[in-house]
């Protein structure tokens, strides 16, 4: 018999290279496949799921420096609905009830964000996609996580990445880079260890939001963080771990 899920709702934050698989750009759709299902299978257990997806897989402003820094960050946004779009029609052929929200209005596309109708799309089962960021330049998809996370009372924030947890250092670029287990938000801030930039950062810690660091690499991941397994890496208030 499986343990029952540990959070009632849920913000998963997934990055756009995270469903470009091997890739690296665009789409997998075997990757993108596998990874529904296991949302599928979340919510099928009764958990409120939202998801707030990254663009870095078709756009990264900061990869075009001579672009006007808007212009630039309102075509991330646009590239986060087209993750969107895929995610909610992957979720729909899965047979799950999936709804995508933007924060930049756009009628024929999806329906623009507000926070009543998105809880109560939660609470009746659907699974809400949030695209186009904060819908304003210079905030990062991370802070668009923390900020819906907030908004919609979420119990914590599930962070897919392609790394298995958080580490003092960059393990691709630093083998001796060690893996940590629990960490308070402050020493995140104070370390730069760049778990979500330091906007996020700092509004899940105001809010008391606990962000767990997972690897994507294997999508049941996400159904087991929220049966409560410990893998990978939580920020939180009051760590018990000593880092």
């Avoid at 078709?58 to 993750?83: C, K, Q, S």
């Amino acid at each position: 018999m499986h343990p029952k899920p540990v959070y009632k709702r849920v913000l998963l934050k997934i990055s756009g290279e995270a469903l470009a698989g091997q890739r690296r750009f665009g789409i997998d759709q075997a990757t993108l496949d596998s990874i529904c299902a296991d949302i599928k299978r979340v919510a099928d257990e009764g958990v409120q799921i939202g998801i707030v997806c990254g663009g870095g897989n078709y756009w990264r402003g900061r990869d075009f420096p001579a672009m006007e820094r808007t212009r630039a960050d309102h075509a991330g946004m646009l590239a986060t609905v087209i993750n969107g779009l895929a995610l909610q029609d992957c979720l729909l052929a899965l047979g799950a009830e999936a709804r995508l929200q933007t924060a930049i209005e756009m009628r024929t596309i999806a329906e623009f964000y507000t926070r009543s109708r998105a809880i109560t799309h939660l609470e009746r089962g659907c699974i809400m996609i949030f695209a186009a960021g904060t819908g304003n330049p210079y905030f990062s998809t991370d802070t668009a996580a923390a900020l819906r996370a907030a908004e919609i009372n979420a119990d914590a924030i599930l962070l897919a990445k392609r790394i298995d947890g958080i580490y003092t250092d960059d393990p691709e670029k630093n083998g001796d880079a060690r893996f940590i287990e629990q960490i308070s938000y402050i020493e995140v801030l104070n370390r730069r260890l760049g778990v979500m930039d330091a906007t996020a950062t700092s509004l899940c810690m105001d809010n008391n939001i606990p962000i767990v660091v997972f690897g994507i690499s294997d999508p049941n991941n996400i159904l087991r963080v929220v049966r409560g397994e410990r893998i990978g890496s939580i920020v939180c208030e009051n760590p018990v771990l000593q880092t």
